[in-house]
């Protein structure tokens, strides 16, 4: 999907759980929406942009779909995360994992 049009400007870094979001998918693409409640979870990978075009053309491209930017903490680093306010009446994904629940699409 849009990783591959991207990897040449990104280094894997590690897969986590991140405490406090709960995943939806929309369509063919996942968004994850903060709830802050310490029972939900979402697994995420963590990766370092090293071309600043590509950070710039993936940070347009989130936001021109409905996302927002924050910054968050993750394993003592602080790395920037792309999130939707409300996941309205889109479905849950059970588990908080895009890839174990849908497989790469």
Do not use: C
Not at 3 to 25: D, I, M, P
Not at 38 to 62: G, M, R
Not at 75 to 99: C, M, R
Request: aromatic share 18%.
């Amino acid at each position: 999907m849009y990783y591959e049009v991207y990897k040449g400007g990104l280094e894997f870094l590690f897969s986590t759980e991140l405490q406090g979001f709960k995943l939806y998918a929309l369509k063919d693409y996942p968004f994850a929406v903060r709830t802050n409640h310490p029972n939900d979870f979402i697994q995420v990978e963590v990766f370092k942009i090293t071309k600043p075009e590509v950070e710039v053309s993936i940070h347009e491209l989130e936001l021109h779909v409905g996302y927002y930017y924050d910054e968050i903490q993750v394993n003592s680093i602080t790395a920037g995360i792309y999130l939707f306010h409300q996941p309205e009446n889109y479905p849950e994904v059970k588990g908080g994992d895009w890839v174990k629940s849908f497989g790469a699409r």
